[in-house]
C-alpha cells in the first residue's frame, strides 16, 4: 500500500518484507507504484503513468504457495502475473521454457547459497471470451456455500497452466542482530539445534561415514531455532567429525513414516546439528512431536510467523518473535519478544536462575517438614504414642504459616548461585539443569536422610540436656512444657541458618524476612508466654510462664548453641569436602567469583524500530488478503490525479543515488520518533 503523508515523499506498507522489497526495487528501476483502488492500479513506467484495470487476485495459502493477480493494461491486453516458490512455478511453466528454467535454477541455487530467499516470476496472456467464462465461474463458485475453497482451487488451477517464464528475484534474509552469538552460546550450553524452515537448500553437501548408503546426506552447519535436551529412550551413537544433518520436505514425507521414523531420530541424533528445509508447518509440527514421543526430552521452539504456529504448539516451550511478518506466532506462544538474541537471557539466565530456585525452594521445604514432623515420631516412644504433640500448639500453627514462609519466600524469588554476566560468560552452567543434578530422586533421599539426622539431634540433645535439671534457685525446669519450648526453638534456629546456608545471593528482603522471623518468633513466645497474659488468655495459652521460667537459665541457651552446631557442622563439612574432591562447574565459576573481576556488560545493540503491524504473506503459510483488497471494504475509489514527471535526468532512479523522496518506510532516518 503506497501512503504519501507528505508532498513528495512515498513510503510502502507491505504485508512482508519480501513484497516491500520488490516494490522498492521496481522503484528504483524506474516502475513506481503509485495507488491503488478495488478496481485498478496506477503505476508510473518510466515518468509515464499507467493504469491497470485489476480483474482478479488469485489468493495464496499453504497448499498453493503462490498468488497471482489478472490485469487489463490500457491497451486492453488480458494478463496473469503469478509469483511463488520456484519448485510450484516451474511445475506450471510452458515447455517452451526448459532451457530458461535450467539458467534459473542456476541463479537460484546461487542465490539460496548466499542466504537469500527467493521466488520464482511468470506471467501468461489471456484470451478476452475465455476470460469473460472463466470470471463467471470465478463469481459462482467464490458465492457458492458448499465446497467454496475446492472449486475456488479448481479455478486456479485451470487458468494457472503454461505460464511463460519471467525470472527469478533475491531478497536479502538478514539476520537479526545478535543471531550468531546466541547460537554460538546456547551449543556451548549443550543445547541442541534444529532448524525447521520453508527455505529453499543452497549448500554443498557431503556423505557421513555409516555402513548404510541410505543415510541422508549431511553438512557441518551452524543456525537453528529448535532445540532438544539428550536423554537415554533413542541411544545417542557417536560419530567421527562435527556433520549436521540436512533433508529437504520430499525425503521428509518419507523419513516421517512410521517404519522410517526412529531411524530418522537416530540419524539426527548423531548429528551436531539438524537442518529440514522446504518443509510445511505440518511436517514441523511432526518432527517435534516425534522427539517429544520417543527422546522424552524438553522441547522448546521458536518462530516468527504463522507457518511457525503448529510448532510452536506442538513443543513443551513455544517462543514467539514479533518481527514483519505478523503476530501470529506470538498469539499463540508461551513467551513472546522481539529479538531473537533474547533467548539467551530467557534460557542461560532467567531459565537457569528460576530452576535453582525452585529446586532449592523443594529440598528446603521437604527437609523443614521431614524435620519437624519426624521429631514428633521419636518423641511417640516416651508419650506411649498416645498422639500429644511436641509443641506447643500455637507453634504448629504458626510454624508454617508465619516463621518459615517469607524466608523460603524469598529464597526462591531473589536468590542466584552467580550474576548475569557470569551466566552469559560460562554458559556451560546450563547443563547441571538438562541432567537434573539439583533434585531428582537421589537428591530426595539425601533430604530425608539429613531430616532423620536433624530430628534426632533435635529431640535428644534436648532431652537429655532437660532430664533431672533445676534451675540455678533449685526449683524444678524439668517438666512437659519446658522441653517443648526449647525443642521448638532449637528447630527454629537450625532451620534459619540451614536456609542461610544455601542462600548465594543476598538481599534487604532476604535478610528482612530470615531475621524478621526469628524475631517474630521470639516477640511472639515472650507475649504469650509471659505472666502478663495469664488473666486474659488463661485457657488459650497453657505454657504461660514458660519462657521466663527457661529462656533466662544459662543452660537453656547452650544447649540451643550445642544443638544447632551439631545439626548444621556435618552439613558445613560435608559440603566443604565434596568442593575440594568433586567440584561442579557452579563451584568453580563462583570461586572464580571472587578472585576476578566482574565481566564486562555487553554493549547493547542498536535495533532499528520496525513495524510490526504487518502480516506475513509470501512466506508466512496464511491465506492472503485478496478477498478483502477487492470487497471495496477498506479501500476508496478515488479519482486519479494527474502528476507531473517524477522522475527526471539529475533525479534518475537509475542514478547512484537515491533521491530522497523515494525513502522507504523501513529506512529510518537518524534521531526518528517513529510510534
Known amino acids: 500500500m503506497p501512503d504519501e503523508k507528505k508532498e513528495g ?35 508510473v513506467e518510466m515518468g509515464k503513468q499507467v493504469i491497470y484495470e485489476l480483474l482478479a487476485v488469485l489468493d495464496f495459502n499453504n497448499v498453493r504457495k503462490r498468488m497471482s493477480v489478472i490485469v487489463r493494461s490500457p491497451e486492453g491486453k488480458l494478463t496473469l502475473f503469478c509469483k511463488g516458490a520456484d519448485t510450484i512455478i516451474f511445475e506450471r511453466l510452458h515447455p517452451s521454457c526448459k532451457k530458461l528454467v535450467e539458467v534459473t535454477n542456476t541463479h537460484l541455487s546461487d542465490y539460496a547459497g548466499e542466504g537469500l530467499r527467493t ?5 501468461k496472456d489471456l484470451d478476452e471470451s475465455f476470460m469473460d ?27 494457472e497452466k503454461d505460464l511463460l517464464l519471467l525470472g527469478a528475484t533475491a531478497v536479502e534474509d538478514k539476520l537479526q542482530d545478535g543471531v550468531p552469538q546466541t547460537i554460538e552460546q546456547l551449543a556451548k550450553a549443550d543445547i541442541k539445534i534444529w532448524v525447521l524452515t520453508g527455505d529453499k537448500q543452497g549448500m554443498q553437501r557431503r556423505k557421513m561415514s555409516s555402513s548404510s548408503a ?21 541411544q545417542d551413537e557417536e560419530v567421527d567429525g562435527e556433520y549436521g544433518l540436512v533433508i529437504n520436505g520430499h525425503s521428509l514425507a518419507f523419513a516421517l513414516e512410521k517404519d522410517l521414523q526412529l531411524e530418522l531420530l537416530r540419524t539426527a541424533c548423531m548429528c ?15 518432527v517435534v512431536q516425534l522427539v517429544k514421543k520417543y527422546k522424552q526430552a524438553v522441547t522448546l521452539a521458536i518462530g516468527d510467523g504463522a507457518n511457525d504456529v503448529s510448532m510452536i504448539k506442538a513443543a513443551h516451550i513455544g517462543v514467539g518473535i514479533s518481527g514483519q511478518e505478523g503476530m501470529q506466532a506470538v498469539l499463540s506462544s508461551d513467551f513472546s519478544f522481539a529479538q531473537f538474541r533474547y533467548l539467551q537471557r530467557l534460557l542461560l539466565v532467567h531459565g537457569r536462575w528460576s530452576y535453582l530456585r525452585m529446586c532449592k525452594f523443594l529440598q528446603y521445604f521437604f527437609y523443614k517438614n521431614f524435620t519437624f514432623t519426624f521429631v514428633h515420631f521419636w518423641y511417640a516412644f516416651f508419650c506411649g504414642f498416645s498422639a500429644q504433640t511436641v509443641y506447643d500448639e ?19 524469588i531473589f536468590d542466584q548461585d552467580v550474576n548475569d554476566r557470569w551466566s552469559f560468560q560460562y554458559p556451560q552452567l546450563y547443563t547441571p539443569g538438562q541432567l537434573n543434578q539439583y533434585f531428582s530422586k537421589k537428591a530426595f533421599v539425601r533430604c530425608m536422610m539429613k531430616s532423620c539426622y536433624s530430628s534426632l539431634i533435635l529431640f535428644f540433645i534436648p532431652w537429655a540436656a532437660m532430664h533431672d535439671t533445676v534451675r540455678d534457685d533449685g526449683k524444678d525446669i524439668a517438666d512437659y512444657q519446658s522441653f517443648a519450648l526449647l525443642a521448638q526453638t532449637c528447630l527454629l534456629i537450625v532451620m534459619s541458618i540451614q536456609l542461610s546456608l544455601d542462600t548465594h545471593y543476598w538481599t534487604a528482603v532476604n535478610q528482612f524476612f530470615v531475621w524478621g522471623s526469628l524475631a517474630g518468633y521470639f516477640a511472639i513466645t515472650f ?15 497453657p505454657f504461660i510462664g514458660t519462657a521466663r521460667n527457661s529462656l533466662n537459665q544459662p543452660n537453656v541457651w547452650l544447649t540451643i548453641f550445642l544443638t544447632s552446631l551439631l545439626c548444621i557442622l556435618p552439613v558445613v563439612a560435608f559440603r566443604f569436602i565434596l568442593i575440594q574432591l568433586r567440584p561442579t ?52 475509489k478515488i479519482p486519479v490525479r494527474t502528476r507531473p514527471a517524477l522522475f527526471t535526468e539529475t533525479d534518475s532512479p537509475l542514478a547512484q543515488n537515491q533521491p530522497q523522496h523515494y525513502r522507504t518506510i523501513t529506512e529510518e532516518p537518524e534521531g526518528s520518533q517513529s510510534p
Open 9 to 43: 515523499e512515498l513510503y510502502y506498507q507491505a504485508q512482508s518484507p519480501d513484497e516491500g522489497a520488490l516494490v522498492t526495487a521496481a522503484r528504483n528501476f524506474g516502475f513506481v507504484f503509485r495507488s491503488r483502488t478495488p478496481e485498478s492500479i496506477t503505476v
Open 119 to 123: 521466488l520464482a516470476l511468470a506471467y
Open 394 to 412: 500455637w507453634f504448629i500453627t504458626l510454624y508454617n504459616l508465619m516463621y518459615t514462609a517469607l524466608p523460603v519466600l524469598g529464597l526462591s
Open 133 to 159: 467464462e472463466w470470471k463467471q465461474r470465478h463469481h459462482e463458485a467464490s458465492t457458492a456455500l458448499v465446497e467454496r475453497e475446492e472449486k475456488l482451487d479448481e479455478l486456479y488451477e485451470e487458468i
Open 585 to 636: 562447574i557452579n563451584d568453580k565459576v563462583r570461586h572464580k567469583m571472587r578472585k576476578e573481576a566482574l565481566p564486562a556488560p555487553t554493549k547493547p545493540v542498536r535495533v532499528k524500530r520496525i513495524s510490526t503491524r504487518r502480516s506475513g504473506y509470501a512466506f508466512s503459510h496464511s491465506q492472503g488478503y485478496g478477498d478483502l483488497v477487492t470487497s471495496r471494504k477498506f479501500l476508496l
Open 272 to 286: 551436531q546439528t539438524v537442518i529440514c528445509c522446504r518443509v510445511t508447518p505440518l511436517q514441523k509440527a511432526q
Open 527 to 541: 507475649t504469650m508466654y509471659s505472666n502478663g497474659m495469664f488473666l486474659i488468655f488463661t485457657s488459650a495459652f
Open 214 to 234: 541410505d543415510k541422508p546426506s549431511v553438512i557441518k552447519a551452524r543456525a537453528g531455532l529448535f532445540w532438544l535436551q539428550k536423554t537415554e529412550t533413542v
